[in-house]
């Protein structure tokens, strides 16, 4: 892993080979013609870049309520037109119109990267596209991602941690659990984790609230969150990257540090976990971790002053 | 405390002087006349019935967002239509229009009984308006609250057992954790619960599952739920009456049996309590436990088939 102490992001961040995507059409279209198959983290910057869940629409409902009662972790952008429509959404967002969230869109290409399960079990990892699970009968969802309010907070002078160190974000299983949604019973948060100075969290919370349609402001920070979240092992993420100091050390290794604060996101792995733990039938898609679909809305467009 | 079996709801929670209160408005007209300042509950049946937080204007974008992040607890109907303005009211919910939530509406005096903190400390309790209070600063919030789905059961044959004993609901505070905005750090569920029968549970959840402007469905049920919400004793609410067995038995004393499973729902008390907790600043007012502001929309208006 990285330990660069780079402090110019986009230096840190952006794949080399991709600088010229610079649009979510861009994205899509790179992914679609299989030029373009890693992650998407850094990618045409400003546009806002969606969790992808396919579902059979014998779910759909269910899963709308899940959204509506859970919108920190699993907030709802858009959803297939119709069902299955691989082309066209509607949004789910207050002003951004249908077109407004993604034009000139084929739902089962343009991720770079796709996971297939079968029956709630692993059927395809990493898979270039979804041609031939799509049926009829599915329905897609689009989910926040956090990847908008990083940008934020890059601009304020406050880059998270990950991104100097050009690693993927830290992220944790919870005990703090969804509202149940028909089906949907038994999950817990997901969330993902920037360590911060003590004296900026007021800042970095201030800076990431607006940003309602990605997850907000974070739901818990300081030491004493990782015992009251459940977390075990601050240095054990469930997924993403061993999260570490700007030198190079464990967080572990300064535990109770006012310089590297935990701070932590609803984050939109959350959904697909609590799908997978309703153990429902048929087949089920997703984008592969990392590799979003990039849209045509940007990351203003979903910023909501209350 | 009743330990009635009466199962005839409207003879067993009506309150008798009270039956020509059959609209929202017959009850805020007499509740700003002073000849009724009773609880509201079994008044004007299928009226929305909304539980009451003014706030100083400087917090009103917090507890905004507050609400959003946590729709199932705090589902904000409607609030002041302008600064200070307490006779007309901005719908929250798609597909009611502001008039549609309330007309003739004085929300100073029309709840029958009032409680006023001053500097988050208790100032008035159960008092008959808040005019002197309120000032050109104020903003007032709707909340939904859960009689609304309580008729839906009684529809179904399945009316709460509070409701059959003539009594309040039970109302606990739980250790899940509110996602905090703003001001508004260190906020947890409070939960109202209604005891069933296991094999009905499942019909329950789904009675109630439309009702996502009024708490919706269970947020949890079970035994062993119970200890996981962190309710150290089922047999003590902190708010409401002692739950019961249907004849007049503490439910403590049927612990494990399948003919009296709690249930838990979002509670519209858990945003009263989160403001409580931020110890804010100047003048709070709200409606007096069990006294609410009805209104003129209808329980059905607020259903939401998804």
């Not at 399960?117 to 009968?137: G, M, N, Q």
């Amino acid at each position: 892993m990285a330990t660069t102490t780079a402090t110019h992001l986009a230096e840190a961040t952006v794949p080399l080979q991709a600088t010229s995507l610079t649009t979510g059409l861009a994205v899509r279209q790179a992914a679609r013609n299989g030029t373009h198959h890693s992650p998407t983290f850094g990618l045409a910057p400003s546009y806002l870049q969606a969790n992808l869940i396919v579902l059979p629409s014998r779910y759909a409902s269910d899963f709308r309520i899940l959204c509506a009662r859970n919108p920190v972790p699993c907030p709802l952008i858009a959803e297939s037109k119709s069902l299955g429509c691989w082309d066209a959404v509607k949004s789910w967002i207050d002003g951004v119109s249908d077109d407004g969230i993604s034009r000139e869109l084929d739902i089962r290409r343009d991720a770079p990267r796709y996971t297939v399960y079968k029956d709630s079990k692993l059927a395809k990892f990493e898979c270039a596209d979804i041609v031939e699970e799509w049926t009829e009968d599915h329905i897609a969802f689009f989910i926040g991602c956090s990847y908008s309010f990083e940008s934020a907070l890059c601009d304020a002078g406050l880059p998270p941690r990950h991104a100097l160190l050009n690693c993927n974000v830290a992220m944790y299983r919870t005990n703090v659990p969804l509202c149940p949604a028909g089906v949907f019973t038994g999950g817990t948060y997901i969330v993902s984790m920037r360590p911060y100075k003590k004296k900026d969290i007021e800042t970095v919370r201030d800076i990431t609230r607006p940003y309602i349609a990605t997850h907000g402001e974070p739901i818990a920070w300081g030491w004493d969150a990782v015992e009251k979240l459940g977390i075990k092992n601050i240095a054990e993420p469930d997924w993403g990257a061993a999260p570490l100091t700007m030198d190079g050390r464990s967080l572990s290794e300064v535990f109770g540090d006012d310089e590297n604060v935990p701070v932590f996101w609803g984050c939109g792995v959350t959904p697909q976990e609590a799908v997978m733990r309703a153990g429902i039938e048929g087949t089920i898609m997703g984008h592969a971790p990392g590799h979003m679909l990039v849209l045509d809305c940007r990351d203003w467009d979903i910023v909501k002053q209350q």
